[in-house]
Structure formats: C-alpha cells, structure tokens
C-alpha cells in the first residue's frame, strides 16, 4: 500500500494562504485539508470552465455549432460597419482566447466603471486587430459571449440551464454566479462555489463527463476542451481550460481558485485559496503531489 506525505506541501500552502485542499485518485480522496471555512467563494476565473461545460451541453442539444460566424450569432449587436476579422470570427474563438482582440475586456477592474449597459454590443464594438485564431490574448469577452449564446438559445439564465444538467447531477445546490447590468450571467467570472463543489468539476472532466453512470458532457466535448486548441507561450490553452505540467489540464480562478485534471495519475488537485503567487503554488503542487502520487 502506498504511503502519501502531504504534510510539507500543507505546510508551504497555508504560507502562501492556500484556504482547502483536495487530492483524489482512483476514486479515492487522498487527502482533504482546511485552513478556512468550507464555504463558498467567488472562484473567478474558474467560472470560465463551467461555461465550456455549458457550452459542450449547447451542442450536444443543437442549440449552436462552433463553426457559427459571431455576425450569425449576434445580428442585432454589430457595429455599423463589420470590420474583417470580426466577420470571421466564430463561436469556437470564444473558447480558446484568440477571439481577435488586443486586450483583455470586461475585467474585473473594468466591469464596475463600464457606462454601457449592453455589454454584447459594446464587445462586438471593440477593435478586433487579429485575425481570429491567431493571437492569444487573455480577455473575458469570449466566454462572455459565449455564455451570452448558449442563454439566448435555452431562453434562460445559464444557472438555469445548467442546474438539470450539470450542477443538481454534481450535488451543487443552485449558486450565484455574477450578472451583467441586463441580467444576464456573467459566464467569464463570478461563480460562487465551496471547494468541494469545484472539485467535482474537476472529477467529471477526469472521468470524462460521466458522473454515476450518466454522460453530463459529451465524452468528445471533454476530450477537445482538454486538448491544446491554442498556443499561449507556456503549455498551451484548450476550451475555457488551462494547459499545465505533465499533461495536465485545469480550472483557473484568480488568486488560485484551481481544479488540476492529472489524467496521467488519474487524479484531480483542487485548491481554494488567497494566494498572490500562482507559480509558486503550481510548482509546490507538482512537487509534493503529483511526484507522490
């Protein structure tokens, strides 16, 4: 039987103000340390990768295709005069962070002082200097819109599309998740989850959409959005998911929000955290767990 010695990994994750911690392998929890409340957290950035889950489902129903231009998709919120790049542009460039933009929009910064209260047509206004597909630029209109999409075609809030779907099969009571000025769900940011909630995310992506014998995500959908769709200068970006080490894929959320799909080990790390230095928590993860597991 193998022996696990987590200890000075929880020892340098609560110096680098890691919250929880949960590694499972095999099916089995390895390991569950909290530094901090259970409870639920704005996750950031991590919401992107439930967006892409919802986005996979959307497909699956035959709501959207990833081949649909933009100018398809959002008639009514198009500049005056569509510039190139935007009329190439196509759902799938809102998954892979080469929608075409210079910079990121709609951040968390930038979002209380926004003025406009459409937010599609003011991210359908903004410059697109890239051909689609080309330059990864980290922005969160792409998921944005895209979470804007799959709402418009189910006709209702993405909590509400996704709760039959994906979080009430997970066990995740209905959560709050940020809302745009038009009330719309803010798919790029501002999910609230605990950290077992996330971790499930994580779980279902390691066993390929399958949760209890029922497929969630198409098994084709987790094996794309896991797959490198887009070089980014480190290891790579898939759909709405981070490309990391050793093969691994995860969740993101700022300040270390993380669910690390390890296939290789069949394991999953999930982190909630307040950490101000990611590097050094991914490379402590590495380190200590996933050389033990």
């Not at 002082?113 to 630029?137: C, D, Q």
């Not at 189910?154 to 009330?183: H, Q, T």
């Not at 230095?277 to 590495?286: G, H, P, R, S, Y």
């Amino acid at each position: 039987m193998t022996e696990y010695d987590f200890e000075r990994f929880h020892e340098e994750a609560k110096k680098l103000r890691v919250l929880g911690v949960k590694i499972t392998q095999h099916g089995k929890v390895l390991d569950e340390a909290y530094w901090d409340d259970n409870c639920r957290r704005n996750v950031y950035s991590a919401s992107k990768s439930f967006t892409s889950a919802a986005v996979g489902i959307a497909v699956r129903e035959g709501l959207l295709r990833l081949d649909e231009k933009l100018t398809e998709a959002f008639p009514d919120e198009l500049p005056d005069e569509v510039p190139e790049n935007l009329a190439c542009a196509e759902v799938r460039d809102l998954l892979t962070m080469c929608l075409g933009q210079a910079s990121g929009n709609l951040m968390g910064a930038q979002r209380p002082l926004i003025p406009e209260e459409n937010w599609v047509r003011l991210s359908l206004s903004l410059p697109f200097a890239y051909k689609p597909g080309t330059h990864f630029v980290y922005n969160n209109v792409g998921p944005y819109l895209a979470g804007i999409l799959v709402q418009r075609r189910a006709g209702c809030d993405l909590v509400s599309y996704l709760m039959p779907r994906l979080f009430e099969p997970l066990g995740i009571r209905r959560p709050i998740w940020e809302e745009d000025p038009m009330r719309n769900t803010f798919g790029a940011g501002g999910l609230f989850l605990s950290l077992s909630e996330l971790d499930r995310l994580g779980l279902l992506y390691l066993q390929n959409g399958n949760w209890n014998g029922r497929q969630l995500i198409p098994e084709e959908w987790v094996r794309e959005s896991l797959s490198v769709q887009a070089e980014n200068g480190r290891y790579g970006y898939g759909y709405l998911f981070w490309a990391g080490p050793h093969g691994s894929f995860r969740a993101d959320g700022k300040y270390s929000q993380l669910s690390i799909i390890m296939r290789d080990k069949d394991a999953v790390v999930t982190t909630m955290a307040e950490c101000r230095d990611a590097a050094t928590l991914e490379k402590l993860i590495f380190d200590e767990i996933w050389t033990q597991l």
